[in-house]
Each structure stands twice: as C-alpha cells, then as structure tokens.
C-alpha cells in the first residue's frame, strides 16, 4: 500500500505544497498587522471571485455557514423552502427545523434527478416563504442543480436565495449578483483546495437589509453576521479568534486561483468533469446524476452487479487512490469521487487507474487501460483557456 494514497474523496482535496507551507509558518498574532493584511486580502479576494457585496471569512466548516445563512435570513416562525438534491440539501431543512423554521422541502422522483423548475414555480406561488435554499452540487449524488432554471420563479417569488456552493465555488461558475443570490454559503476544502477550517459567507445587500431588520433575537450568536461584518470591515478589530495559519494558506489558496484566473480555473472543472466521465463510461460503470446533471467536481458511481463497497475501498487505497463510500440513502450503494480544487492531470489519471485495478481485483472485468485511455483522450484536447496542468 503506497504510504499515503492521493486523496480522491470529494473533500478535502489534495493541498499543493505552497499551499502546506504557507500553513506551517509560525502563527501571527491577529492584530500584528502582517495578519491583518493577510485577513483583509483573502475577505477581498472572496468578495471579488463571487461578486458578494459584503464576504464573512469565519472559523469553522461549511456547515456552520449553511447554518449562519439560515438564521441570518429567516426568524422562527418564517418560512423556509427546501431544494433539495441528497443528504446535504435535506441538511438545510434539519438546521432550519432546529431553529424553529417552518420547511417545506422539494425533492425529485428518485435519487439523481432534479427538482423540475415548474414543481419550484407552483410551490412558491403557495407564497409565504422568506427564503429558498439551492445546493448548487449535492456531494451525497453528483447531482448539479439547473440553477439558472429554477431563478426566475425564485425571483418572482421575492425570497431571499441561499446558495450552497459548498461543492462548486472556484469550480462552476456561481456569479452571485447576476443569479441574484442572497447568501452564498461555502468551504474552503473542495474546488479552492486548502484544508478544511472555514465557514465562509458571501451576503447581498439585500441579505444585510434584511437581517437589519429584523427584531427578534438570531438563532446564534458566533453566527449572526452582525457580529462579523465590523471584523471584514477593519480585520484588526477582534469578534472572534481567527484560525490565522489557516487563514495565511487560504491566502496562497486564492493567489493559485487568482494566477490560475477564475474563467480558466472553471473551464479546467468542466474539462475534468468530462474526462472522469469518459473513464467511467469506458469502465462500465454507471453515473448516479440523470445525463445532464453530472457536477463537473465529483463523480457519484453505482457499484456493479457484485463489487462490495468496503473491500472495493480498501483495494483503490491500496492502489493509491481514497475515494468516498456513499452517504445517506445511497450508502453502500454507490462510490464517490472528487475531481476538483488543485488537483493535477497526473493526479486524476492514477486514481482512474486506481479504480480499474480495483474494480478488476473484485472480480468486475475491465479492459486494461481503458478508464485511463478515455479520460486522457479529453484531458488532451487542445484548449487555448486551460493551463497545461
Ligand atoms: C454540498 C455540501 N454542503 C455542505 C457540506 C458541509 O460542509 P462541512 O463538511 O465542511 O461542514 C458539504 C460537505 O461535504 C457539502 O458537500
């Protein structure tokens, strides 16, 4: 077994070395003002990449961001309607349920399908919902939201838009203010590469007038963004204690995406997107997300007619390859497969490797090399916009 494995489960992504040495600088206080600058540059950068009129950079995991956007967005009693795609978009509804929001949740008619645009449109003109959350790829089926089909009732509708770009941000294009998103909520370790650690937080205008508005008290108190937007302002004044080594990689993390350049970074998703799902079609294997909807960032696989899940695992680690078991009603069921953030052509092409050898050492016959030949064939596609990585 190789010592460490590259690590293909859909985050955390493999972290570049520039990325880990800029981690391992010693900590600097967070009022020393080479902090500061730091802090102030990546809040900037956030805000710029995702067109966000104010960006919170906060300690913690995309959770806790999909949680400060609920109650930051709605008051208990309001109500919340619930897009959702697998186990992270029913994770909206268990946060805003634990907060006394009322939810109605949307689902499609089996697991890797969508929820139809028109089945949004007749729910929200029931009226009376104060927000709507979208998971913009739901990391439990591979399944990328038709985002833009489902705006113009989102629109109509006047509710605020939640956002969960958990699995997309720096990989699929998520322009807030064109989309008319209210909260964008994401993570630091999947499209942008760094290790985990962050809530991160982009908020409309609209968003911020709201929750000025509102009278009640806020369903948290490290949560409420009134707490941190002082903090974003002027990144020397103190709210909460920010994880400073963490926030000095996120910082080369962005300056990557910054040289990399966001369009370019996007188009190398998609290309990786396609080229997984050249490999998986040569294996055999068959795609959870309906033709259409398959996220450019990960790969959610139906395991063939007698490969085990814990013994399929345990074969691509030894291979070289960790990648993900399924979760929630896919589990044992399926496999998954993170193809985004920093991750390299050589990098792709030994996990795809990696899962031929494993598939073939539990009994699934596979043409030798023909996963790896696939995805190559696209990998290599002349195309000006992508840096030859
Ligand atoms: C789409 C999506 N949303 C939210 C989360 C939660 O993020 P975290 O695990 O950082 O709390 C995840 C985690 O994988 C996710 O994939």
């Known amino acids: 077994m190789p010592a460490r494995p590259i690590v293909a489960i859909p985050g955390p992504t493999p972290v570049r070395a520039e990325i880990l040495s800029a981690l391992a600088q010693p900590t600097l206080g967070h009022p020393q003002a080479a902090f500061v600058e730091i802090y102030r540059r990546t809040i ?16 913690g995991a995309g959770t806790l961001a999909m949680e400060m ?17 697998g186990l992270f978009g029913d994770r909206f509804a268990a946060i805003a349920q634990s907060h006394g929001i009322e939810v109605r949740r949307l689902v499609p008619e089996a697991a890797g399908q969508a929820v139809r645009p028109e089945d949004l449109a007749v729910a929200l003109e029931e009226g009376g919902f104060g927000a709507v959350t979208i998971t913009h790829v739901d990391t439990s089926t591979g399944v990328l939201a038709p985002v833009t089909s489902y705006l113009p009732a989102v629109q109509r509708s006047g509710a605020l838009l939640i956002l969960d770009g958990v699995c997309a941000t720096g990989g699929i294009e998520e322009p807030m203010a064109a989309w008319g998103v209210d909260y964008l909520v994401t993570t630091s370790q999947k499209a942008l590469g760094v290790p985990p650690g962050f809530a991160l937080l982009g908020v409309s205008r609209r968003a911020l007038g709201k929750r000025s508005a509102m009278t009640g008290p806020v369903g948290g108190y490290y949560s409420d963004v009134l707490n941190w937007l002082p903090v974003m302002e002027d990144p020397g004044a103190y709210f909460a204690t920010p994880p400073v080594n963490l926030v000095v990689a996120l910082d080369r993390g962005l300056e990557l995406v910054l040289e990399e350049g966001l369009e370019r970074r996007i188009d190398r998703h998609r290309r990786q997107g396609r080229a997984m799902q050249a490999a998986w079609r040569a294996l055999g294997l068959t ?3 309906a033709p259409g909807l398959e996220a450019p960032t990960l790969s959610v696989l139906r395991y063939p007619d007698g490969v085990e899940d814990a013994a399929f695992r345990s074969a691509a680690e030894a291979e070289g390859a960790l990648v993900a078991g399924g979760v929630g009603q896919l589990k044992g069921q399926v496999f998954r497969v993170g193809h985004m953030g920093n991750v390299t052509r050589g990098e792709l092409l030994a996990v795809v490797a990696a899962v031929e050898c494993a598939l073939a050492s539990c009994g699934h016959p596979v043409e030798s090399g023909c996963g790896v030949a696939a995805a190559q064939a696209v990998l290599a596609e002349p195309v000006a916009s992508v840096p030859g990585r």
């Open 44 to 59: 900037g950068v956030l805000t710029e990449l995702t067109g966000a009129h104010r960006f919170v950079v906060a300690g």
């Open 69 to 85: 956007a609920v109650v930051n967005a709605l008051s208990p009693g309001e109500r919340l309607l619930v897009v959702s795609h």
């Open 287 to 289: 795609a959870v997300p």
